[in-house]
């Protein structure tokens, strides 16, 4: 099996799986509980705080556990709208966010409040200049996706901190789910508010997150119940994908020199070789891209077929993002980058991980160019050519 949608979600490390098991099996015990399995778990979950705290740079209690990068977006979306209502209900993000960030702005406006969407170029960028023309009196919060899950472009996240600095009042959030180890992004430098990040990009498990709450930003939490999470997210703590969450990071941040080197390497050799293939149009920008995203369509063919041909030798690869790829519409990333909509249609995306290899790359080439055949040849029968 070659697995080549890593965007989507990454293969837990087996240290990862071994800590969770462990955790669950011996230290099951409520965290807000006052009796001793509560007190062990209590003291797992601090601990795991204050590790990732000091793998991110920031303070321990600046860090609150959610449940991946959806909640994590719609927390600080909503939660910042909610508690900033009165001073103003303008909000600013781009035209290229993911779902989960696009989908809880829309949700806002039928509150009230107004979205203003960035335009991006033809790479996926958006400009600092319209950012600034965009904000108002009323402007509450600014909102940008640091990679973008679906062709990898990486925006100008420290120039917009620094910018956003003259405008104290205005929170600022990043997305920065598909960054966490593949791309650098120093939280403090970049002068971040808010910031989302979920464990199963980086081989840690599913339903597990983060959401870096800058200590004196308030929010209103959407979720009622106690008082965990410093009250701002409900409910009992998942201690155990917490403490494997933490072991995930640092597994991840004390190797990223390694696989991102590697990532750039993997996939400077693929885009060589795609850019080879006759009727292959590259989206993945050669500039200001992360290292493990490739996005490119195949004129002329269907790419749900496409990804179904690659399986039937399975390599597992997509077509949008996994939280749109079963809409069956046109990549709105790729038409907000001015793409045709036949080839916004048709994208495929290839996304790696460090545990990918060479040897992996030759075989993927080699069952694209015979499966491209293929199915040009099924398409010439059906037309009689």
């Known amino acids: 099996m070659i697995y080549l949608d890593n965007s989507a979600t990454t293969k837990p490390f087996d240290d990862v799986l071994e800590t969770y098991m462990k955790v669950s099996k011996n230290y099951f015990g409520n965290a807000s509980s006052i ?12 601990q795991s705080r204050s590790q990732i705290a000091s793998l991110l740079h920031v303070k321990p209690q600046e860090i609150i556990f959610t449940s991946g990068g959806s909640e994590g977006n719609n927390l600080a979306i909503k939660g910042i709208a909610l508690q900033y209502s009165n001073r103003g209900k303008h909000i600013i993000t781009t035209s290229i966010e993911h779902p989960s960030v696009s989908e809880a702005c829309n949700q806002l406006t039928e509150l009230g409040f107004e979205i203003t969407y960035l335009p991006v170029d033809e790479n996926g960028v958006i400009s600092l200049d319209s950012l600034k023309q965009s904000i108002r009196e009323d402007t509450i919060l600014v909102s940008i996706i640091h990679v973008n899950n679906e062709v990898g472009t990486v925006q100008p996240i420290e120039e917009i901190g620094k910018f956003l600095e003259k405008y104290p009042k ?21 002068r971040l508010d808010l910031c989302t990040i979920s464990g199963h990009k980086f081989n840690g498990l599913k339903g597990t997150g983060i959401l870096f709450v800058r200590q004196g930003v308030k929010m209103k939490s959407l ?5 965990q999470e410093m009250q701002k997210r409900a409910g009992t703590e998942n201690v155990a994908g917490i403490v494997a969450l933490a072991k995930a990071l640092r597994l991840t941040m004390e190797n990223r020199e390694k696989y991102m080197k590697h990532l750039i390497g993997l996939k400077k050799t693929i885009i060589e070789n795609l850019t080879m293939m006759k ?22 063919l269907k790419p749900e077929v496409f990804v179904h041909l690659l399986e039937e030798k399975e390599i597992y690869v997509s077509t949008t993002s996994a939280c749109s ?9 790729l038409l907000a980058m001015g793409v045709p909509k036949v080839l916004a249609n048709s994208s495929i995306r290839i996304s790696i991980s460090h545990q990918n290899q060479l040897d992996e790359v030759s075989i993927l080439i080699s069952t694209i160019e015979k499966s491209m055949k293929k199915l040009k040849n099924v398409m010439g029968e059906r037309n009689g050519i």
Request: no cysteine; net charge negative; charged share 20%.
């Open 223 to 227: 979720i009622a119940g106690g008082d």
């Open 279 to 300: 009727g292959i149009k590259i989206h993945t920008p050669e500039e200001n891209s992360a290292p493990h995203i490739i996005n490119f369509s195949i004129d002329g």
């Open 170 to 190: 205005i929170i600022y959030h990043v997305d920065h789910v598909q960054g966490i180890g593949k791309t650098y992004l120093d939280f403090n430098k970049a």
């Open 325 to 333: 790829s079963k809409k069956n519409e046109p990549s709105k990333t």
């Open 35 to 46: 009796h001793g399995l509560g007190g062990q778990a209590e003291k797992l979950l601090s």
